[in-house]
């Protein structure tokens, strides 16, 4: 549990630089560029460092058993978590009115993720994104401001579609990728869903 929350602590922390203040100040010390290798070294160690610590954690405790609507509304929220996640690479009516749809879709994700799950391990690792997510949109909506850009109903139509197509590639893989799977049928006996 050691290096999975090490590794959260560093891919959390140096998303926050900015809301705690220290981007500025890092970014004088540094220089732009050399900040911005410094933000993704670190990011991709706490990501390399959450995957294995995950794996590491596994058998974790069981904290609680989730009710099954849980898994039900995870069907739904992670879908569009995925659709937000795609709109905020593209020029959208979704971007452009939720301002921060990768941010929306991080608190979806670990939302739907925490509420279904109840290891320890899950439990911090989705608690972690979903507190994370949640500090970051209260600031950025605080802030307030707009995209500049008016969005196209185009991009909004391949958001859609991506995002159900990668939702579906997901649940079809997500036993294999991830060891739970999301319907009952494509699991073995006894294994638990989401």
């Known amino acids: 549990?050691?290096?999975?929350?090490?590794?959260?602590?560093?891919?959390?922390?140096?998303?926050?630089?900015?809301?705690?203040?220290?981007?500025?100040?890092?970014?004088?010390?540094?220089?732009?560029?050399?900040?911005?290798?410094?933000?993704?070294?670190?990011?991709?160690?706490?990501?390399?460092?959450?995957?294995?610590?995950?794996?590491?954690?596994?058998?974790?405790?069981?904290?609680?058993?989730?009710?099954?609507?849980?898994?039900?509304l995870a069907l739904f929220a992670v879908p569009a978590s995925l659709v937000l996640l795609v709109a905020a690479y593209l020029p959208s009516h979704i971007r452009s009115f939720t301002r921060h749809p990768m941010t929306l879709a991080v608190f979806l994700w670990a939302g739907a993720h925490l509420m279904a799950n109840g290891s320890l391990a899950s439990m911090v690792l989705f608690g972690s994104f979903f507190a994370w997510s949640a500090v970051i949109l209260i600031d950025v909506y605080a802030r307030g401001g707009a995209f500049d850009r008016p969005g196209r109903w185009s991009a909004d139509i391949g958001a859609l579609v991506t995002g159900a197509a990668l939702a579906a590639l997901f649940a079809y893989f997500h036993m294999q990728l991830f060891g739970v799977a999301v319907f009952e049928f494509a699991s073995e006996p006894g294994a638990p869903g989401i």
């Open 1 to 72: 549990m050691d290096v999975l929350v090490i590794g959260l602590v560093l891919l959390l922390g140096v998303h926050l630089t900015r809301v705690v203040g220290l981007r500025g100040p890092l970014v004088r010390v540094l220089s732009e560029p050399l900040y911005a290798v410094f933000y993704s070294v670190i990011s991709a160690v706490g990501v390399a460092l959450i995957i294995y610590g995950h794996i590491l954690a596994h058998p974790s405790p069981v904290i609680w058993t989730p009710p099954e609507w849980t898994r039900t």
